[in-house]
Nanobody
Framework: VQLQASGGGLVQAGGSLRLSCEVSGRTLGNYAMGWFRQAPGKEREFVAAIRWSGEVTYYADSVKGRFSISRGNARNTAYLHMNSLRPEDTAVYYC???????????????WGQGTLVTVSS
């Protein structure tokens, strides 16, 4: 199973970016997907998660109201729409997937390689 994240880049504070994550390889069946991030010198932290159906989502308080997570129609892709970006959102963003777990802990079985988001002030 491979997770390919993309969409990171450099953006000014107040701007927007959309990250994408595509799952490929062995069929997982129904699985939740999530996003975590890790800023320089800090621990990896939860950002958002979404269930297989796409109808149930979960956000970290730090991004609630600014970020939204969604899934593509084929369900093997997740998106993280990031609005009103702040310098403190600067981090490497990792996408994740798991058949059994859905939540804020880094218990997901599958992880992507990360994509860098840099927000300038």
């Amino acid at each position: 199973v491979q997770l390919q994240a993309s969409g990171g880049g450099l953006v000014q504070a107040g701007g927007s970016l959309r990250l994408s994550c595509e799952v490929s390889g062995r069929t997982l069946g129904n699985y939740a997907m999530g996003w975590f991030r890790q800023a320089p010198g800090k621990e990896r932290e939860f950002v958002a998660a979404i269930r297989w159906s796409g109808e149930v989502t979960y956000y970290a308080d730090s991004v609630k109201g600014r970020f939204s997570i969604s899934r593509g129609n084929a369900r093997n892709t997740a998106y993280l729409h990031m609005n009103s970006l702040r310098p403190e959102d600067t981090a490497v963003y990792y996408c994740t997937a798991d058949r059994a777990y859905y939540g804020p802990d880094p218990k997901y079985d599958y992880w992507g390689q990360g994509t860098l988001v840099t927000v300038s002030s």
